[in-house]
C-alpha cells in the first residue's frame, strides 16, 4: 500500500536536512531565506528561497528525509514538509520510520532486532561519555543512538571513538555534537531496508557529512559538497556540488527531470 500510495510512479530521493536542504541560524541567512523551525519562540534554521520554491512546486521526486534528528526535533519541520507533501522519513539515523507523523511499529522492532548485539557497546560508551564530560552533556536517544554535546569536539571524538569497538559502532563529529550509532543503524543499512520495504531497486541521495557517508554510496546518484569527494568511492553516479550545495541540489534534480532521468 505504502508503494501505491507514494513511490510507485516516482523517483525516490533520499536525503538528509540539516546543512544540506535546511540550515541553522548559525549559518549566514540570504535576505530572502525561508524560516522552517522555530525552538523556544527563535527562529533556528532556515531554507533558501528558491529551495523551498523548487520542493513545493516539484511532483518529480519522492523525497524521504533521512536525519539523525529524533522524533521531537524532526516535528518542528513537520509543517513545512507537509507543504511539499512529504509524509514519510526515516528519523534517529533511519532506525525510526515515520508515516504522517506516527511511529511504524513494525521498522522500530525491526531496529531492535538488529541492533540488538550492539546496544551493550552503546551503554558502555554512554557511560564513558559521562565520565568524560558529565550526564547533562550526554543525550541518549532510546535504544537507537547517542550524542554528547561539547566545546571541544576534536578532544571528545577522538577519546570516545578510542574506546568504542568500530565492528559495533560508529563515532561521527557533527557541528558541536560527537555521535555514536550503532552500525547496524548506519544511513546506509536504512536506504536498502527501506528500498526492500517498498519495492523498488534504487535512489538518488544528498548528504553533507560522515554520517551521509554510506547513504550516499549506496545510490544510484549521490549529491555532495567536495569536503566528501575523496570518501565517496561506490556510487554509480557521483556529483559534486560547488556552489550553494542546496540551491545545486534542486538544479540538479530539475535536470534530471528535464532529461527525463528516472531511477527505479
Same mark, same amino acid.
Given at each position: 500500500?505504502?508503494?501505491?500510495?507514494?513511490?510507485?510512479?516516482?523517483?525516490?530521493?533520499?536525503?538528509?536536512?540539516?546543512?544540506?536542504?535546511?540550515?541553522?541560524?548559525?549559518?549566514?541567512?540570504?535576505?530572502?531565506?525561508?524560516?522552517?523551525?522555530?525552538?523556544?519562540?527563535?527562529?533556528?534554521? #532556515?531554507?533558501?528561497?528558491?529551495?523551498?520554491?523548487?520542493?513545493?512546486?516539484?511532483?518529480?521526486?519522492?523525497?524521504?528525509?533521512?536525519?539523525?534528528?529524533?522524533?521531537?526535533?524532526?516535528?518542528?519541520?513537520?509543517?513545512?514538509?507537509?507543504?511539499?507533501?512529504?509524509?514519510?522519513?526515516?528519523?534517529?539515523?533511519?532506525?525510526?520510520?515515520?508515516?504522517?507523523?506516527?511511529?511504524?511499529?513494525?521498522?522500530?522492532?525491526?531496529?531492535?532486532?538488529?541492533?540488538?548485539?550492539?546496544?551493550?557497546?552503546?551503554?558502555?560508551?554512554?557511560?564513558?561519555?559521562?565520565?568524560?564530560?558529565?550526564?547533562?552533556?550526554?543525550?541518549?536517544?532510546?535504544?537507537?543512538?547517542?550524542?554528547?554535546?561539547?566545546?571541544?569536539?576534536?578532544?571528545?571524538?577522538?577519546?570516545?571513538?578510542?574506546?568504542?569497538?568500530?565492528?559495533?559502532?560508529?563515532?561521527?563529529?557533527?557541528?558541536?555534537?560527537?555521535?555514536?550509532?550503532?552500525?547496524?543503524?548506519?544511513?546506509?543499512?536504512?536506504?536498502?531496508?527501506?528500498?526492500?520495504?517498498?519495492?523498488?531497486?534504487?535512489?538518488?541521495?544528498?548528504?553533507?557529512?560522515? #554520517?551521509?557517508?554510506?547513504?550516499?554510496?549506496?545510490?544510484?546518484?549521490?549529491?555532495?559538497?567536495?569536503?566528501?569527494?575523496?570518501?565517496?568511492?561506490?556510487?554509480?553516479?557521483?556529483?559534486?556540488?560547488?556552489?550553494? #550545495?542546496?540551491?545545486?541540489?534542486?538544479?540538479?534534480?530539475?535536470?534530471?527531470?528535464?532529461?527525463?532521468?528516472?531511477?527505479?
Amino acid at each position: 500500500m505504502l508503494k501505491h500510495r507514494l513511490f510507485s510512479d516516482r523517483t525516490l530521493f533520499l536525503t538528509d536536512l540539516d546543512s544540506t536542504l535546511i540550515w541553522s541560524h548559525r549559518h549566514e541567512q540570504p535576505s530572502d531565506c525561508v524560516w522552517v523551525e522555530e525552538l523556544n519562540g527563535r527562529q533556528q534554521s #532556515f531554507m533558501t528561497a528558491a529551495s523551498y520554491r523548487y520542493f513545493l512546486r516539484q511532483k518529480q521526486y519522492a523525497v524521504v528525509p533521512v536525519t539523525t534528528r529524533d522524533q521531537a526535533q524532526y516535528a518542528r519541520l513537520q509543517e513545512t514538509f507537509e507543504k511539499f507533501g512529504w509524509n514519510t522519513a526515516l528519523i534517529c539515523n533511519g532506525a525510526v520510520l515515520l508515516h504522517d507523523g506516527m511511529e511504524d511499529k513494525e521498522w522500530w522492532a525491526e531496529s531492535e532486532r538488529i541492533s540488538a548485539h550492539e546496544v551493550p557497546h552503546l551503554l558502555k560508551l554512554r557511560d564513558a561519555a559521562v565520565n568524560l564530560v558529565g550526564a547533562e552533556a550526554v543525550i541518549y536517544v532510546e535504544p537507537f543512538f547517542l550524542y554528547v554535546r561539547s566545546t571541544e569536539v576534536p578532544n571528545v571524538y577522538e577519546r570516545l571513538k578510542a574506546q568504542a569497538d568500530p565492528q559495533y559502532l560508529a563515532v561521527y563529529p557533527v557541528a558541536g555534537k560527537v555521535c555514536c550509532v550503532p552500525q547496524s543503524l548506519s544511513k546506509g543499512a536504512a536506504a536498502k531496508r527501506f528500498l526492500a520495504y517498498i519495492g523498488q531497486n534504487g535512489y538518488i541521495a544528498a548528504g553533507d557529512s560522515a #554520517f551521509d557517508i554510506s547513504l550516499l554510496a549506496e545510490a544510484k546518484i549521490a549529491l555532495y559538497p567536495e569536503n566528501l569527494r575523496e570518501q565517496i568511492t561506490e556510487s554509480a553516479t557521483r556529483h559534486f556540488c560547488r556552489g550553494h #550545495f542546496t540551491d545545486e541540489i534542486c538544479d540538479y534534480l530539475e535536470s534530471l527531470q528535464n532529461r527525463g532521468t528516472r531511477i527505479d
